[in-house]
T-cell receptor, first 112, second 116 residues
Framework: GENVEQHPSTLSVQEGDSAVIKCTYS??????FPWYKQELGKRPQLIID?????GEKKDQRIAVTLNKTAKHFSLHITETQPEDSAVYFC???????????FGKGNQVVVIP | GAGVSQTPSNKVTEKGKYVELRCDPI?????LYWYRQSLGQGPEFLIY????????DSGLPNDRFFAVRPEGSVSTLKIQRTERGDSAVYLC??????????????FGPGTRLTVL
């Protein structure tokens, strides 16, 4: 099945700096790559997603890039704020359907 | 409108007991997913439904786990003869359809299951 790995496991950044989280996946048939944010004790919430027919997508301070050849995709958060502190999960669909395989998550800590 | 809801929010049970976890998806969403999230891990796929039928149950860990969605809306995850290793947060998600248009999966708040 699909295997998704995230790096680094924990990331600390100064407020205002950028944060980058990278994920790799194994299934070359995967076409959909969402990123979820989960605050402590809360439900995962989608923050951005990308499909395999595009290489980059932006939404205000958040962007995702996809390299299908290398099978990796990255989340970029610019001008980080304390409310960006959370665990971020990347995911990829199995064999091109809507089942999702998640990575283990990255703890992002924004230091005021 | 209301999001995905799950009940109970917490469930403590003893080893060997039977439990049922309920998920109420967003109205009109035909696809429903169950995931399990252990501490420090990402959600792990268990099963998904398209309408009333289980379209893919390959993530269920063993035959003690079973899920139903008899009317194509509310779903119940059932765990027989619970074991301590079943302790986790059980998350439910729903999406408009499960087709390759990749509709967003909206998650519920989860049920935290503790098996003593």
């Amino acid at each position: 099945g699909e295997n998704v790995e995230q790096h680094p496991s924990t990331l600390s950044v100064q407020e205002g700096d950028s944060a980058v989280i990278k994920c790799t996946y194994s299934d070359s048939a995967s076409n959909y790559f969402p990123w979820y944010k989960q605050e402590l004790g809360k439900r995962p919430q989608l923050i951005i997603d990308i499909r395999s027919n595009v290489g980059e997508k932006k939404d205000q301070r958040i962007a995702v890039t996809l390299n299908k050849t290398a099978k990796h995709f990255s989340l970029h958060i610019t001008e980080t704020q304390p409310e960006d502190s959370a665990v971020y999960f990347c995911a990829a669909d199995y064999y091109g359907n809507n089942r999702l395989a998640f990575g283990k998550g990255n703890q992002v800590v924004v230091i005021p | 409108g209301a999001g995905v809801s799950q009940t109970p929010s917490n469930k403590v049970t003893e080893k060997g007991k039977y439990v049922e976890l309920r998920c109420d998806p967003i109205s009109g969403h035909t696809a429903l997913y169950w995931y399990r999230q252990s501490l420090g891990q990402g959600p792990e796929f268990l099963i998904y439904f398209q309408g009333t039928g289980a379209a893919d149950d390959s993530g269920l860990p063993n035959d003690r786990f079973f899920a139903v969605r008899p009317e194509g809306s509310v779903s119940t995850l059932k765990i027989q003869r619970t074991e301590r290793g079943d302790s986790a947060v059980y998350l439910c998600a729903s999406s408009l359809t499960e087709h390759s248009s990749y509709n967003e999966q909206f998650f519920g708040p989860g049920t935290r299951l503790t098996v003593l």
